[in-house]
């Protein structure tokens, strides 16, 4: 059974840091792309980072380029944001979701989250 | 950067036929993905590719997706699909995943 399950969540002064995992089983954690989507409270998913399946490849949305850090470690099946310089408006539900492209799919979708860690920025 | 844009509310009484509309442009060239969130949970991947079904989403769930707009519709509506909805497609250009703005389905 592939599960997602994210740790590091918590209070933070703004300015402040902190480093989310997402610890992942089940699966051949190396064989797929993970992303990070967050959540703030009452909105909506809005996609953070993505990182390919030996990190040769990093996308970040514009909001987070400079401040948040994906990475990976394929030896511990985990995914990993660092965030720095957190601001009040990152404060939000951080879930880790893997890629998954179905044989003769056209590209990838999220095909499992985990259930997310709450970050909240507040002095 | 690309837009989606989806209706903030839909209502339906139950047994009735729900559509759901995710606007963009072209996104009839991109492939549509749509997640289903309810309260306090993950979402939860219920089309991909436009239209097909992950295996445990009732046939109820379908795709459709040209032109403009992409919509997920949901026939003899129950209870227990009132959630929040969010299309989602990969932008190519800015090679950004993208999400629609969600949909809040109410089953009156």
């Known amino acids: 059974e592939v599960q997602l399950v994210e740790s590091g969540g918590g209070l933070v002064k703004p300015g402040g840091s902190l480093r989310l995992s997402c610890a992942a089983s089940?699966?051949?954690?190396?064989?797929?792309?993970m992303n990070w989507v967050r959540q703030a409270p009452g909105k909506g998913l809005e996609w953070v980072s993505s990182?390919?399946?030996?990190?040769?490849?990093?996308y970040n949305a514009e909001l987070v380029k400079g401040r948040f850090t994906i990475s990976r470690d394929n030896a511990k099946n985990s995914l990993y944001l660092q965030m720095n310089s957190l601001r009040a408006e990152d404060t939000a539900v951080y879930y880790c979701a893997r890629d998954f492209a179905k044989e003769g799919g056209e590209g990838y979708y999220f095909d499992h989250w985990g259930q997310g860690t709450l970050v909240t920025v507040s002095s | 950067s690309y837009v989606l844009t989806q209706p903030p509310s839909v209502s339906v009484a139950p047994g009735k036929t729900a559509r759901i509309t995710c606007g963009g442009n072209n996104i009839g060239s991109k492939s549509v993905h749509w997640y289903q969130q309810k309260p306090g949970q993950a979402p939860v991947v219920v089309i991909y590719y436009d239209s097909d079904r992950p295996s445990g989403i009732p046939e109820r769930f379908s795709g459709s997706n040209s032109g403009n707009t992409a919509t997920l519709t949901i026939s003899t509506v129950e209870a227990g699909d009132e959630a929040d909805y969010y299309c989602?497609?990969?932008?190519?250009?800015?090679?950004?995943?993208?999400f629609g703005g969600g949909t809040k389905l109410t089953v009156l």
């Open positions: 089940g699966f051949s954690f190396n064989s797929h792309s």
């Open positions: 990182i390919t399946s030996y990190s040769s490849y990093i």
């Open positions: 989602q497609v990969w932008d190519t250009i800015s090679d950004h995943w993208v």
